[in-house]
């Protein structure tokens, strides 16, 4: 089983819908949480980390369930620049474990 | 301007050239990392510095050799590759191993 896991999509949603990804992750100790965006043969870019509390920067919010061991992401009001594969990231006793990432596509 | 600067941005060599990847980062960050990312896959550590010391190498191959001359630069010096080592090489560094990481440009590398 993997370390942490992602739908692949692709998700192809409209300008302005909402979407939602998971991802699961297998060791229960894992401390933090992260979320990411890469570019098509761009580098990963710290998009938020992931807060017990639930966090929210604009559009995007990001929630973690450690009973069902998962984290969420969610994007409001998408945007044609909201195209990229979302990777999501957990970390446990210094090990940074990535997860293969989703990949959405906004369409006009 | 990501704050952590790789070169050469693309390579191609044959399998008995010998090549060193470059990585550079401003951050004032103790830790840095190499990854290996092949196509619709996740990122795979291949090794981490922590102040200047090496101190994970993740089964990489030997003709893999990392070095770390001071807690700025990392060096990937790559020697008698295979095509199957064909993929984007990122380097990446953080404030400590359990912060966040900030990603190089990445190089990438083509073995023919």
């Known amino acids: 089983r993997k370390e942490v896991e992602q739908d692949p999509g692709p998700f192809n949603v409209p300008e302005g819908a909402t979407v939602a990804f998971n991802c699961t992750y297998s060791?229960?100790?894992?401390?933090?949480f992260f979320w990411y965006r890469q570019d098509c043969r761009k580098e990963p870019k710290l998009l938020m980390s992931v807060y017990s509390s639930g966090n929210e920067d604009g559009r995007f919010t990001a929630q973690l369930n450690r009973a069902s061991q998962y984290i969420s992401l969610l994007i409001r009001d998408s945007k044609l620049s909201d195209s990229a594969t979302y990777l999501c990231v957990a970390y446990n006793n210094n090990d940074m474990r990535f997860g293969a990432g989703t990949r959405l596509t906004v369409k006009p | 301007e990501t704050g952590v600067t790789q070169t050469p941005r693309h390579l191609v060599m044959g399998m008995t050239n010998k090549k060193s990847l470059k990585c550079e980062q401003h951050?004032?960050?103790?830790?840095m990392y190499w990854y290996k990312q092949s196509a619709k896959k996740p990122l795979e550590l291949m090794f981490v510095?922590?102040?200047?010391?090496?101190?994970e190498n993740n089964s990489v191959p030997s003709r893999f050799s990392p070095e770390c001359p001071n807690s700025s630069h990392l060096f990937l010096h790559l020697h008698t590759l295979q095509p199957e080592d064909s993929a984007l090489y990122l380097c990446a560094s953080s404030l400590h191993r359990d912060q966040p990481q900030h990603f190089g440009d990445g190089t990438r590398l083509s073995i023919l």
């Open positions: 951050l004032g960050h103790n830790a």
């Open positions: 510095y922590s102040l200047e010391e090496r101190v």
């Open positions: 060791n229960s100790a894992s401390q933090s």
